[in-house]
């Protein structure tokens, strides 16, 4: 077994990362990221060599691991060590106790990973206007709760925000944002936080429309009234798959906390096979 330790990704873990998942883990290769480098050459590396794949880290860390160890057709361990650690809270892994408790126990089941434009991720992808929200959400809710971040956050970006025209499944439709989900989220909104399964074949897609009358007002409104499923500019739905096509271009994609530059066609969809996961199951 090797476990790639990304010491960065935040405190869950302690002082030494490195040092408790090897106590921990006495058998086990256990190596660690400071940062420096290239983090998906590593975990290749460790991948080659191994027949179970570790990685300890927040969910960017964990979603390039996923990645590698889906290409190499090995089970997955997760130990969250970073700030938020969206994946494994799903899972039901708190903690590193409870991994390392998994993994001895072999307790294993099969989890879906999603993809957009060829990359996989674990949690979520989004375009348009979803990342400058979700980032500026954050920087607000600690001071004045999540859903209050959350509609002053959605009027800064609107107010600023430039939509883009895209075509969804076909359909020409201009857009300031789309937000994908890799299986159902809860609740509904724009505020999606958690999954009750991780194998359901859906992606959770929402987005918010641009070519309604007023649409900026309209979505304002129903947020303040608590309306929003009912709101003509919010759409959501699921669905195995969608198709997008940029009539603007490339476009800048977001996944699991990483931007990068995609294609001006591209698909969101899963991966036919599932990966593997140690976590505490259950029927």
Known sequence: MAVVVNSG????????????LREALPEAQVVGYEGDGDLLALLESAAEAASILGVAGGDGSLNAGAGVAHRHGLPLMVVPAGTLNHF????????????????????????????????PFLNTASFGSYVELVDARERLENRIGKWPAMMVALVGVLHRGVPIEVELD??????????VGNCRYH??????????RLDDGQLDIRVVDADEPWARGRLILALITGRLGRCR????????????????????????GETFSGGEAFVVSKFDR?????????D
Do not use: N, T
């Open 233 to 256: 500019v919010y759409e959501q739905r699921c669905a195995p798959e969608l198709r997008v096509r940029s009539l603007g271009g490339p476009m800048r994609l977001a996944l699991d």
């Open 187 to 196: 609740p509904s909104g724009f505020a999606p936080s958690w999954r009750a």
């Open 9 to 20: 990704a935040g405190s869950a873990l302690g002082a030494d990362p490195v040092h408790a």
């Open 88 to 119: 494994c809270r799903d899972l039901g892994v708190e903690s590193m106790a409870d991994a390392v408790k998994a993994l001895e126990q072999g307790e294993i089941g099969a989890v879906d990973l999603a993809c957009i434009d060829g990359r």
């Open 170 to 179: 076909g359909k020409r439709r201009r857009i300031w944002m789309a937000f």
């Open 274 to 282: 599932r990966l593997e996961v140690y976590a505490p199951f259950r």
